[in-house]
DNA sequence: CGAACAGGCGCC
DNA sequence: AAAGGGCGCCTGTTCG
């Protein structure tokens, strides 16, 4: 593959933007060119479309601040992060200057915290401050090093580079959300808006019944009160989860659940998170591409990937517009499936734990999907070990594969995902049996939780790409781990709806080539993000 | 007083 | 029926 690669350092408020055409190997292919305007970035992507090399995912908010879009990228700061960690090295700081230091074989300082879009010195650059000069060398050396590490992560730094570009043009169009709506949703369960600080009249009532049971006040909101309050009515709990707490009998634990429930939703999502987070009918969290171990996204700001069911109404498309949802349907244990290469445990595109239920659970849907999860979890009580006899005997390549990976975590081993995002070593200390058990379950779960999120990196990045150069007016708003959500005019909604099919079926080739197991998409269009599929369009829709 | 931690629960 | 992988963020509590 050869292609035209660009350093941009989009420049500061009084920096213009400066750029240097590289070859694909990173090397200059030019001199430095210094820009009048962010215009000339935008007159290079138009003329030959090349592939920006970027310091870092907030590079790009200057850019798109200003009205320029980029085609693709290559995403220093976040490729480092995955080169360093696929050498061993871990805990390593990742920013530029770090690797600048690794470059020049000094040992990097630590990362500085986030600055905003790292002004370069306007005046004497020099080499410690001359960003641009710093992205091309990393460039280089990251170009290098991919040039040997095999095409997984190839593909890994270029759909993660991608991720960076999507993750800041969500930001920048925001989620459509209706406050009205929102606040009615909270009024109908919580009672009118208090003052700011107020208890809601619901909460109130019910924290009041509470009381009553109890005989005297107790505080909800504390475990440990809660705890008390019970051990004197004669029951002894370990804790205050609401799955322990519905077992008992006891007048106050109706109530309770209730507080817990729209006390949760009050201080999470209610008034205040609204005031927060929704302006010109638009939620727009910071998305942090890669902030997770397994590679998928972070959020920063609102608490974007815990939207509660009870609020999704409020995400609705503007008039004359139409919102398409799509989510992965059975996406782990498809991913394993491929990763694995034990087929039988896919076979179609049909609802996944419904047909392993009809084969080996009796029907019981539920059943099979706590087997596979206990599959991929690593949980082991609760009945999970007997469906995990079965899987082991109907899928014995697929349970071989979550159990290499469990023992490589409780000896210490590294492992890798497809592409080879790869998981950082235990922190000392896991020397210890229980220990090593559960750094086993997260080993376990992670090659097929960072597969997955690599499966949907590449999703993202492939449907992102076929809108661009469908030129359609539809953009992509939200994206939580296997789920993504477009808004589009209504008239192009249903072209929308095909390009994520389409989407998906590249990205599983992508990633498994001829691999017979499919990851198909359950696309709704509709007004709002709670709306249930349109009854006559089919729910389950094959790639 | 604020920082750090624990408990809890929302999402996948 | 029972409670396991990944997160972020709330409140209450304790610590410095």
């Not at 050869?2 to 090397?27: F, K, S």
């Not at 001359?130 to 992560?153: I, K, N, Y």
């Not at 929704?278 to 700001?301: C, L, Q």
Request: hydrophobic content about 45%.
């Amino acid at each position: 593959m050869c292609e035209v690669r660009v350093a941009v350092d989009p420049g500061a408020r009084d920096a213009p933007p400066r750029v240097r055409r590289l070859h694909d190997d990173g090397t200059p292919d030019g001199p430095v060119e210094v820009l009048a305007d962010l215009g000339g970035v935008a007159a290079i992507e138009a003329a030959s479309a090349p592939r920006w090399v970027l310091a870092r995912p907030r590079s790009y908010r200057r850019l798109l601040a200003a009205g320029v879009e980029l085609g693709r990228a290559h995403d220093v700061e976040l490729v480092e992060g995955l080169l360093v960690a696929a050498d061993g090295h871990f805990g390593q700081p990742h920013g530029l200057a770090a690797a600048v230091a690794r470059l020049q074989g000094r040992v990097p300082d630590p990362d500085p915290p986030l600055a905003d879009a790292g002004p370069p010195a306007l005046f004497d650059a020099g080499p410690a401050a001359d960003e641009l000069a710093d992205v091309v060398a990393v460039h280089a050396a990251q170009q290098r090093a991919l040039s040997t590490a095999g095409p997984g992560m190839r593909l890994l730094a270029a759909a993660e580079s991608a991720g960076a570009l999507v993750a800041e043009e969500m930001t920048a169009t925001g989620l459509p959300w209706r406050a009205d709506v929102h606040d009615r949703l909270l009024v109908e369960l919580l009672g009118p808006r208090p003052l700011p600080g107020g208890r809601p009249a619901k909460l109130a009532a019910l924290a009041a019944a509470v009381d009553a049971a109890f005989g005297r006040p107790v505080n909800p909101d504390s475990p440990a009160e809660v705890l008390r309050a019970f051990a004197r009515a004669g029951h002894e709990l370990q804790t205050t989860r609401s799955w322990e707490i519905k077992r008992i009998d006891h007048p106050a634990v109706a109530p309770l659940l209730a507080y817990k429930e729209l006390a949760r939703l009050h201080s999470a999502h209610g008034w205040a998170w609204l005031r927060s987070w929704v302006h010109e009918g638009r939620f727009r969290p910071e998305y942090v591409v890669g902030g997770v171990v397994s590679g998928r996204w972070a959020t920063r700001g609102g608490g974007a990937l815990q939207i509660p069911k009870a609020v999704r109404a409020a995400v609705r498309a503007d008039p004359g517009w139409r919102l398409v949802v799509a989510d992965a349907a059975q996406l782990e244990p498809r991913v394993l499936a491929a990763l694995s290469r034990d087929h039988a445990l896919a076979p179609g595109e049909e609802d996944l734990y419904t047909a392993l239920a009809a084969r080996e659970f009796g029907g019981d849907r539920a059943k099979a999907k706590l087997a596979l999860l206990s599959a991929m979890y690593g949980q082991t009580s609760g009945g999970a070990g007997v469906l995990l006899a079965t899987l082991r005997r109907r899928f014995p390549a697929a349970m071989a594969y979550v159990e290499d990976a469990a023992r490589a975590g409780e000896e210490g081993r590294l492992v890798r995902s497809h592409l080879g995002r790869t998981c950082p070593p235990a922190r000392p200390g896991h020397e210890q049996p229980a220990a090593a058990r559960a750094r086993g379950r997260f080993t376990r779960n992670f090659v097929v939780q960072a597969t997955a999120a690599e499966w949907a990196l590449v999703l993202l990045a492939e449907l992102r790409g076929l809108l661009r150069s469908s030129g359609s007016p539809a953009r992509l708003v939200f994206f939580q781990h296997d789920e993504v959500l477009l808004h589009t005019p209504a008239e192009a909604a249903e072209d929308t709806a095909a390009a994520v099919r389409a989407a998906a079926t590249t990205a599983g080739r992508r990633l498994f080539g001829d691999s017979p197991v499919r990851f198909p998409m359950q696309v709704r269009v509709v007004d709002g993000y709670d709306d249930p599929p349109p009854p006559t369009n089919g729910t389950l829709v094959g790639t």
